[in-house]
T-cell receptor, first 117, second 109 residues
Framework: GAVVSQHPSWVICKSGTSVKIECRSL??????MFWYRQFPKQSLMLMAT?????????EQGVEKDKFLINHASLTLSTLTVTSAHPEDSSFYIC?????????????FGPGTRLTVT | GQNIDQPTEMTATEGAIVQINCTYQ??????LFWYQQHAGEAPTFLSY??LDGLEEKGRFSSFLSRSKGYSYLLLKELQMKDSASYLC??????????WGAGTKLIIKP
């Protein structure tokens, strides 16, 4: 099946710094990638939808200036958490949808656990 | 508004059968997904239903009734490794996934 990777798998950073998370589709081209955040014991929360070559569409309540998303190629999307604070500590997961997938399944990356101290 | 409901937690015994229900109200319907998520890991795809009926895949089966806005995931011959959260998600008319809060399944020996 399709494989999506994320890097790093975990990161610890100091409050006020920025962190970049990469999401790559390894064996397919993803025109659409999704970024989710998941707090402990809660379900996935969609943060934004990213289409290759265009600006990301952010969900209500998600600050686009704080969570910068770049989808520069068909295999790579990045999420940058700017000026991170402890409340940004969470599990960030990306997923990708292949063009031929139509309405079908999204392929998830393994997630990145961010801890802001 | 859009809403996905599933039980918060269920407990079952190793070797037994468990059914996890999901009801939904969404703007449009383009299929229902079940995902398994172990603690600290990303979700993995289990099943996809877009037509009414039962889809069987090994020990796992998924059922859909669109008229009732209802689905269930059936797990047979439970194993300890099946302890996980099971997420129900519906793809709406904009092809966006609407996620349930997940059902934590605890398997006891």
């Amino acid at each position: 099946g399709a494989v999506v990777s994320q890097h790093p798998s975990w990161v610890i950073c100091k409050s006020g710094t920025s962190v970049k998370i990469e999401c790559r589709s390894l064996d397919f081209q993803a025109t659409t990638m999704f970024w989710y955040r998941q707090f402990p014991k809660q379900s996935l929360m969609l943060m934004a939808t990213s289409n290759e070559g265009s600006k990301a569409t952010y969900e209500q309540g998600v600050e686009k200036d704080k969570f910068l998303i770049n989808h520069a190629s068909l295999t790579l999307s990045t999420l940058t958490v700017t000026s991170a604070h402890p409340e940004d500590s969470s599990f960030y997961i990306c997923s990708a949808r292949a063009p031929s997938g139509g309405a079908y399944e999204q392929y998830f990356g393994p997630g990145t656990r961010l801890t802001v101290t | 508004g859009q809403n996905i409901d599933q039980p918060t937690e269920m407990t079952a015994t190793e070797g037994a059968i468990v059914q996890i229900n999901c009801t939904y109200q969404t703007s449009g319907f383009n299929g229902l997904f079940w995902y398994q998520q172990h603690a600290g890991e990303a979700p993995t795809f289990l099943s996809y239903n877009v037509l009414d009926g039962l889809e069987e895949k090994g020990r796992f089966s998924s059922f859909l009734s669109r008229s009732k806005g209802y689905s269930y995931l059936l797990l047979k011959e439970l194993q300890m490794k099946d302890s996980a959260s099971y997420l129900c998600a519906v793809m709406d008319s904009n092809y966006q996934l609407i996620w349930g809060a997940g059902t934590k399944l605890i398997i006891k020996p």
